[in-house]
Protein backbone atom coordinates (compact mmCIF):
# COMPACT_ATOMS: atom_id res chain seq x y z
CA UNK A 1 0.00 0.00 0.00
CA UNK A 2 1.29 3.22 -0.89
CA UNK A 3 0.33 6.24 1.81
CA UNK A 4 0.36 10.14 0.34
CA UNK A 5 0.95 12.39 2.64
CA UNK A 6 0.05 17.03 2.09
CA UNK A 7 1.19 19.43 4.27
CA UNK A 8 1.76 23.21 3.63
CA UNK A 9 -2.01 24.37 3.68
CA UNK A 10 -3.23 27.30 5.57
CA UNK A 11 -5.09 30.68 5.99
CA UNK A 12 -3.88 32.95 3.60
CA UNK A 13 -4.51 36.59 2.28
CA UNK A 14 -4.84 37.19 -1.73
CA UNK A 15 -2.17 38.29 -3.56
CA UNK A 16 -0.28 35.84 -1.07
CA UNK A 17 1.61 32.25 -1.40
CA UNK A 18 1.75 28.93 -0.03
CA UNK A 19 3.87 25.75 -1.15
CA UNK A 20 2.30 22.67 -0.81
CA UNK A 21 3.95 19.28 -0.47
CA UNK A 22 3.26 15.87 -0.45
CA UNK A 23 5.11 12.66 0.08
CA UNK A 24 4.60 8.83 -0.92
CA UNK A 25 5.64 6.03 1.12
CA UNK A 26 5.16 2.42 0.68
CA UNK A 27 7.11 -0.77 -0.59
CA UNK A 28 6.79 -2.17 -3.77
CA UNK A 29 5.89 0.10 -5.95
CA UNK A 30 6.75 2.88 -8.45
CA UNK A 31 5.36 6.00 -9.43
CA UNK A 32 4.90 7.13 -12.88
CA UNK A 33 3.20 10.25 -11.90
CA UNK A 34 2.19 12.47 -8.99
CA UNK A 35 -0.40 15.49 -9.60
CA UNK A 36 -2.32 18.20 -7.64
CA UNK A 37 -5.88 18.37 -7.39
CA UNK A 38 -8.43 20.88 -5.92
CA UNK A 39 -12.13 20.29 -4.68
CA UNK A 40 -14.44 23.45 -3.16
CA UNK A 41 -17.53 22.70 -1.56
CA UNK A 42 -20.39 21.71 -4.16
CA UNK A 43 -17.95 21.68 -7.37
CA UNK A 44 -16.45 18.76 -8.89
CA UNK A 45 -12.72 17.62 -8.16
CA UNK A 46 -10.42 19.70 -10.83
CA UNK A 47 -6.64 19.04 -11.73
CA UNK A 48 -4.22 21.84 -11.21
CA UNK A 49 -1.13 20.50 -12.20
CA UNK A 50 0.68 17.20 -12.58
CA UNK A 51 4.15 16.48 -13.34
CA UNK A 52 5.71 12.79 -14.50
CA UNK A 53 8.24 10.99 -13.94
CA UNK A 54 9.75 12.48 -16.82
CA UNK A 55 9.39 15.64 -16.23
CA UNK A 56 6.36 16.00 -18.50
CA UNK A 57 3.94 18.83 -16.54
CA UNK A 58 0.40 19.75 -16.87
CA UNK A 59 -1.09 23.10 -15.62
CA UNK A 60 -4.49 23.65 -15.28
CA UNK A 61 -6.27 26.50 -17.03
CA UNK A 62 -6.67 27.94 -13.06
CA UNK A 63 -2.82 27.11 -12.32
CA UNK A 64 -1.27 28.23 -15.71
CA UNK A 65 0.64 31.92 -14.72
CA UNK A 66 0.07 31.64 -10.90
CA UNK A 67 1.45 27.87 -9.48
CA UNK A 68 4.28 25.73 -10.28
CA UNK A 69 4.83 22.04 -9.69
CA UNK A 70 8.09 20.46 -9.54
CA UNK A 71 8.90 16.76 -8.06
CA UNK A 72 12.15 14.86 -6.96
CA UNK A 73 11.18 11.36 -8.07
CA UNK A 74 14.49 9.98 -5.79
CA UNK A 75 12.30 10.90 -2.93
CA UNK A 76 8.85 10.37 -3.96
CA UNK A 77 7.38 14.31 -3.73
CA UNK A 78 6.20 16.21 -5.36
CA UNK A 79 5.52 20.68 -4.45
CA UNK A 80 2.84 22.80 -5.69
CA UNK A 81 4.08 26.74 -5.56
CA UNK A 82 0.89 28.80 -5.24
CA UNK A 83 1.35 32.44 -5.77
CA UNK A 84 -1.11 35.23 -6.64
CA UNK A 85 -3.42 33.22 -4.44
CA UNK A 86 -7.12 34.35 -5.15
CA UNK A 87 -10.39 33.75 -2.89
CA UNK A 88 -11.79 31.17 -5.70
CA UNK A 89 -8.54 29.55 -4.91
CA UNK A 90 -10.28 27.91 -1.84
CA UNK A 91 -10.63 24.49 -1.55
CA UNK A 92 -8.77 21.27 -0.46
CA UNK A 93 -5.95 20.48 -2.55
CA UNK A 94 -5.49 16.80 -2.70
CA UNK A 95 -2.14 14.53 -3.91
CA UNK A 96 -2.18 12.26 -6.29
CA UNK A 97 -0.05 9.40 -7.59
CA UNK A 98 -0.24 6.78 -10.48
CA UNK A 99 2.03 4.14 -9.08
CA UNK A 100 3.27 0.78 -10.73
CA UNK A 101 2.19 -2.13 -7.22
CA UNK A 102 3.82 -5.87 -7.65
CA UNK A 103 0.75 -7.71 -6.42
CA UNK A 104 2.14 -10.90 -5.83
CA UNK A 105 4.28 -11.55 -9.71
CA UNK A 106 2.16 -9.17 -11.00
CA UNK A 107 2.54 -5.52 -12.06
CA UNK A 108 -0.62 -3.39 -11.33
CA UNK A 109 -1.28 0.24 -11.80
CA UNK A 110 -3.21 1.83 -8.87
CA UNK A 111 -3.96 5.18 -7.84
CA UNK A 112 -3.54 6.95 -4.78
CA UNK A 113 -4.69 10.42 -2.97
CA UNK A 114 -3.72 11.54 -0.56
CA UNK A 115 -6.15 12.57 2.78
CA UNK A 116 -6.55 16.53 1.48
CA UNK A 117 -4.82 19.56 2.59
CA UNK A 118 -7.17 22.89 3.35
CA UNK A 119 -6.40 26.18 1.48
CA UNK A 120 -8.42 29.14 2.32
CA UNK A 121 -7.32 32.15 0.92
CA UNK A 122 -9.24 35.61 2.28
CA UNK A 123 -8.99 38.70 3.86
Known amino acids: QVQLVESGGGLVQPGGSLNLSCAAS????????MAWYRQAPGKERELVAR???????TLGDSAKGRFTISRLNAKNTVHLQMNSLKPEDTAVYYC?????????????????WGQGTQVTVSS
Open 51 to 57: MTSGGWA
Open 96 to 112: YAHTIVVVTTDLQERDY
Open 26 to 33: GSRFSINA
